[in-house]
């Protein structure tokens, strides 16, 4: 059994203006709820099927090796290769599609981003993204990618899914990723990944399509006769396109949109354009520019505006609003219409929920007009414009997930923002939170590089809800150090010390003490250096903590001592009764039961004054506990009692089961075995649903129900 201490407790107070703390119990001014359950729906996430024309030798080829694989009892791994356009996720997405039937688990969908301009995704973002869908709660993820990885191996080991992992950069990037047991994976690479072979993988390649079939294409795209009435002008067409089906696709929805347009028009435009377009090479795919520069040069003004703007959107996909957002004020109305023309125009992919992608060479064209045709004021002025909708929807987001959460003050261009609806309540903004970290992820890291530090720092201190609940730990040391820097480029000292501490919690939560309490200490030197009293007094609560989970039990007990003396001295004499409430704990683990009920009352009489009754409640937990140590179960109980009520009030689902541990324990001494039990299986399950199942607090509730347990007859 463990003792009890700092080494078996994970335990986190102190008072946090602008952010709050996290690392196992929690005294602060956060409400910690998060909520996690247990996934009851099967993920299909595959893209919707195309028409394949012409790869039914790749997908037999495919099959076999399926077939082969799962005879010889190996996971199943192919990789399917060829330049971009050339159809490789159609092929896969519909191999894969055809075998649904025969595996249940459901399907799982990455896209790697092998040409994003953010650069390829890194394998644990996508394997907690996997875990998630997999019915793995936020709170539960591993922080580090070998156990990520281990933790999907063992999920994945006894089901049969399918895995399409799109756009992979290297066969070191699709490892991780790879599932165990009698699973099926398919990767899609514009490389040949031959590093895979050594994991039994089975390549594929295609090449362009054959003029019979890229003329099939055509025709099945332009849905009317004038494929039949010029078979000549079709070929010359798609030997334009070099049989790529995307270049086909293109040129053919252009002809749709125009019925009275004859295939020779359209070979003459794009002869003519072909050779006009040699200073923007893709790979050697010229054809493909030209028929996506004449596509474009088709567009309406607004459209073609929309589209040269959507190729500076840092992420990989976007909703109708960010795409508004990125026009001026005056323009936003032609927003939707410009959508739709681009979708018309096949230069835009439909994703689930109403969201738009490019395809990368679409992207890259985009981006390329928009250096070309706009001016480097105007390029700046949309991306500011882009950057203000992010992060307003995110402070937005962040004031209903947490009001009381001290938002500083945010700083906008000129031009009117654009908000996301981002829901109605807390879990609600979580969600739109998540769902929009990527692109967030991406406005933080390009900010300082277009000159918007402060939106660098301001977005990533808007996250902080998101981080706080549901541990995106890589996002939140990415955030928080690109945020820093951005600080300290401006010589904003507030901002830096907001970085510092903000990221510091999440570097305890980690587990990088070490890293977490000398990020506290540059704080607290930075407000010595400014002469802020008051921001100085709050990272003693800080500094204080990182000690207290280093053992360094009298070094957390003094800084806590300055906390409660110097906190109300500057003003703020609710944070005090916080640092109360972190000597209570401190006396508790070192075994003074009286300390900790002296300290523990003050605080509580504090925090009641102060209307916060959520912590106040906590130290009614805090002192039930101190009392049941002192051999007084009557009052542990009445306290106990007492403190559940606003608890469950707020849902605050760890210091619920804090508490029932407690009651379970005073019921146990009482003889009341099946109380005790019921008591310790709530408790446990309120644990697993906050991810601390395997905290020593969830170990003593456990080995507490274990012993309570009635024996089995004939044991």
Not at 221 to 226: E, F, Q, Y
Not at 299 to 328: I, N, Q, T
Not at 447 to 473: M, S
Not at 584 to 589: S, T
Request: proline share 5%; aromatic share 4%; charged share 25%.
């Amino acid at each position: 059994m463990r003792r009890e201490g700092p080494e078996s407790h994970n335990e986190l107070s102190g008072t946090v203006h602008g952010v709050a703390v996290q690392a196992g119990v929690v005294h602060g001014d956060v409400h910690i709820a998060a909520e996690a359950t247990e996934a009851t729906w099967t993920p299909w996430q595959l893209p919707p099927l195309g028409r394949v024309i012409d790869r039914a030798a790749e997908l037999a080829a495919l099959e076999r090796h399926r077939v082969r694989a799962t005879a010889e009892g190996r996971s199943v791994l192919a990789a399917v290769s060829g330049l971009g356009g050339v159809g490789k996720t159609t092929v896969a997405v519909r191999w894969l599609h055809t075998l649904r039937p025969r595996f249940p688990a459901g399907q799982l969908h990455a896209d790697l981003g092998a040409q994003s301009p953010d650069g390829p995704q890194h394998p644990g973002d996508v394997l907690a993204r996997f875990l998630r869908a997999l019915g793995v709660p936020a709170q539960q993820v591993p922080s580090a990618l070998a156990e990520r990885t281990a933790l999907y191996r063992s999920l994945t080991a006894n089901q049969r899914l399918v895995v399409l992992l799109d756009d992979a950069a290297t066969a070191a990037q699709v490892r991780p990723l790879l599932p165990a047991g009698e699973s099926v994976t398919a990767v899609t690479s514009r490389r040949r990944l031959s590093g895979l072979t050594v994991d039994g993988c089975y390549p594929i390649h295609l090449g362009p399509l054959a003029p019979e079939a890229a003329v099939e294409l055509l025709a099945d795209t332009l849905s009317d006769g004038r494929v039949t009435e010029n078979p000549d002008g079709a070929r010359s067409l798609v030997e334009l396109c070099a049989g790529l089906p995307l270049a086909v696709r293109v040129a053919g929805a252009r002809l749709a949109a125009r019925p009275g347009r004859s295939i020779t028009t359209m070979v003459r435009l794009l002869t003519e354009e072909h050779q006009r377009l040699e200073g923007l090479a893709i790979d050697d795919d010229h054809n493909v520019r030209a028929a996506l520069d004449l596509s474009y040069r088709a567009l309406r003004p607004p459209a073609a505006r929309l589209y040269r703007l959507l190729g500076l959107h840092p992420g990989r996909e976007f909703d109708g609003v960010a795409a508004s957002a990125l026009l001026p004020s005056p323009e936003r109305g032609e927003a939707g219409r410009s959508l739709e023309e681009l979708h018309d125009a096949s230069l835009l992919v439909d994703t689930p929920d109403e969201r738009h992608r490019f395809h990368d060479l679409v992207r890259l064209h985009a981006a390329a007009r928009a250096r070309e045709e706009e001016t480097p004021q105007e390029r700046a002025q949309a991306l500011r414009r882009l950057a203000d909708h992010y992060l307003a929807s995110a402070t937005c987001a962040e004031e209903i997930i947490d009001p009381q959460h001290r938002t500083a003050a945010r700083d906008y261009g000129s031009e009117p923002v654009v908000r996301a609806d981002v829901g109605a309540d807390p879990e609600g903004a979580l969600d739109w939170l998540e769902r929009e970290l990527p692109n967030l992820m991406a406005v933080i890291r390009g900010a300082r590089a277009a000159g918007l530090p402060t939106v660098c720092w301001q977005l990533a201190d808007a996250l902080w809800p998101l981080f706080l609940r549901r541990k995106f730990y890589d996002d939140w040391s990415t955030a928080h150090r690109e945020g820093l820097a951005a600080a300290r480029s401006m010589g904003d000292r507030a901002a830096s010390c907001r970085m510092l501490t903000s990221g510091g919690v999440g570097e305890l939560g980690q587990g990088n003490v070490t890293g977490a309490l000398e990020m506290f200490d540059m704080a607290a030197g930075l407000f010595l250096d400014s002469g802020d009293r008051l921001g100085h007094a709050r990272t003693l609560n800080y500094r204080g903590l990182a000690l207290f989970r280093l053992g360094r039990l009298d070094e957390a007990t003094r800084y806590f001592q300055e906390a409660v003396d110097q906190l109300p001295a500057n003003g703020d004499h609710r944070a005090g009764g916080l640092a109360m409430l972190n000597l209570a704990d401190v006396a508790l683990v070192s075994g003074q039961a009286d300390d900790a009920i002296r300290h523990g009352d003050a605080a509580r009489a504090i925090l009641l004054s102060a209307g916060d009754t959520y912590n106040a409640a906590r130290a009614g937990t805090l002192l039930g506990r101190a009392h049941l140590r002192l051999g007084e179960p009557d009052r542990a109980d009445a306290l106990l009692t007492e403190a559940l009520v606003p608890l469950r009030g707020m849902s605050a689902k760890y210091e619920i089961a804090r508490a029932l541990g407690a009651r379970a324990e005073v019921a146990e001494q009482r003889g009341r075995t099946r109380l005790a039990r019921e008591l310790c299986r709530e408790a446990l399950e309120l644990y697993a649903a906050v991810g601390r199942s395997e905290s020593g607090e969830a170990d003593v509730t456990r080995s507490r129900l274990r012993r309570l347990e009635p024996e089995e007859p004939g044991a």
